[in-house]
Nanobody, 123 residues
């Protein structure tokens, strides 16, 4: 079992940056691929980024590629999402998720989810 808690959301200006963190509790964190999804008001939840269990590979949605970077620290059971050059359309609740599929871009490929953290991009 893995318990996930996101943090680091908030208000950012367009072209600004935020760094999201996801803390995991559980002894098998380093066996999971980790992903970030987001859900904007009135929209379905969508894939943002994923990182393999060893941290050697990552994969991004086209909408965030080149602006967002995900990383992980297996020694401390943490995963991060560095978000740069933020746009108003990045406004959403961001979720981290854990699963065994690589590369998983669908919600049903992830078995553990955090509660989400709100990111608002506005001037």
């Amino acid at each position: 079992q893995l318990h996930l808690v996101e943090s680091g959301g908030g208000l950012a200006q367009p072209e600004g940056s935020l760094r999201l963190s996801c803390a995991a509790t559980g002894r098998t964190f380093n066996k999971y691929a980790m992903a970030w999804f987001r859900q904007a008001p009135g929209k379905e939840r969508e894939f943002v980024a994923a990182i393999r269990w060893d941290g050697d590979l990552s994969y991004y949605a086209h909408s965030v590629k080149g602006r967002f970077t995900t990383s992980r620290d297996n020694a401390n059971n943490m995963v991060y999402l560095q978000m740069n050059s933020l746009k108003p359309e990045d406004t959403a609740v961001y979720y981290c998720a854990a699963g065994f599929t690589w590369i998983g871009t669908f919600e049903n490929q992830y078995r553990h989810w955090g509660q989400g953290t709100q990111v608002t991009v506005s001037s």
